[in-house]
Antibody, heavy 120, light 107 residues
Framework: QVQLQESGPGLVKSSETLSLTCTVS????????WSWIRQPPGKGLEWIGY???????NYNPSLKSRVTLALDTSKNQFSLKLNSVTAADTAVYYC??????????????WGQGTLVTVSS | DIQMTQSPSSLSASVGDRVTITCRAS??????LNWYQQKPGKAPKFLIY???SLQGGVPSRFSGSGSGTEFTLTIGSLQPEDFATYYC?????????FGQGTKLEIK
């Protein structure tokens, strides 16, 4: 079955750019939407945005000015860049397939998540 | 943005109990409501879509209901593996938003 794995630095300095990659295995990145979702320590989930296999994107307005999603179909990967990070961006970052299910827009499966800490 | 509010924030229960978690939306979302289960240190697991449809492989003791602005997740007879945090997610429009979570703990 499809599996997702996040990778990237676990520590980013304040004001710099957070960069993460999600590698999809067991299936093709084509014909699906792919999302990034984050969870600050001890808090709830925040959808960051999605990218379709065609390259079209949709970002959460709260982060839109700082976020860029991209994909590399040759490597079956998609990526997240978040610039000008602050301590408020410290979170576990998850990649997930979705929104899926036609108009039902669920997220499944998810990667295991990677903790990114923003340091001053 | 559509705000999702869950209640209670935490809940203590015993194995075998029936529990219900409520999720309210700040505006009508029809039945565009999904539920997830998250265990400590793990990614969320998708349980229910369209307010009441179980994802494949999810035990039948889980059920969902509701429409409009009020939804519930019910676990019919709690099993040890059900103690976790549960999140609702509206899928009506972007930005997709989640409730703050309900932590289900063992009494």
């Amino acid at each position: 079955q499809v599996q997702l794995q996040e990778s990237g630095p676990g520590l980013v300095k304040s004001s710099e750019t957070l960069s993460l990659t999600c590698t999809v295995s067991g299936g093709s990145i084509s014909s699906y939407y792919w999302s990034w979702i984050r969870q600050p320590p001890g808090k709830g989930l925040e959808w960051i945005g999605y990218i379709y296999y065609t390259g079209s994107t949709n970002y959460n307005p709260s982060l839109k000015s700082r976020v860029t999603l991209a994909l590399d179909t040759s490597k079956n990967q998609f990526s997240l860049k978040l610039n000008s990070v602050t301590a408020a961006d410290t979170a576990v970052y998850y990649c997930a397939r979705g929104p899926s299910g036609g108009s039902w827009n669920w997220f499944d499966p998810w990667g295991q998540g990677t903790l990114v800490t923003v340091s001053s | 943005d559509i705000q999702m509010t869950q209640s209670p924030s935490s809940l203590s229960a015993s194995v075998g109990d029936r529990v219900t978690i409520t999720c309210r939306a700040s505006q009508s979302i029809s039945i565009y409501l999904n539920w997830y289960q998250q265990k400590p240190g793990k990614a969320p697991k998708f349980l229910i879509y369209a307010a009441s449809s179980l994802q494949g492989g999810v035990p039948s003791r889980f059920s969902g209901s509701g429409s409009g602005t009020e939804f519930t997740l019910t676990i019919g007879s709690l099993q040890p593996e059900d103690f976790a945090t549960y999140y609702c997610q509206q899928s009506y429009r972007t930005p997709y938003t989640f409730g703050q979570g309900t932590k289900l703990e063992i009494k």
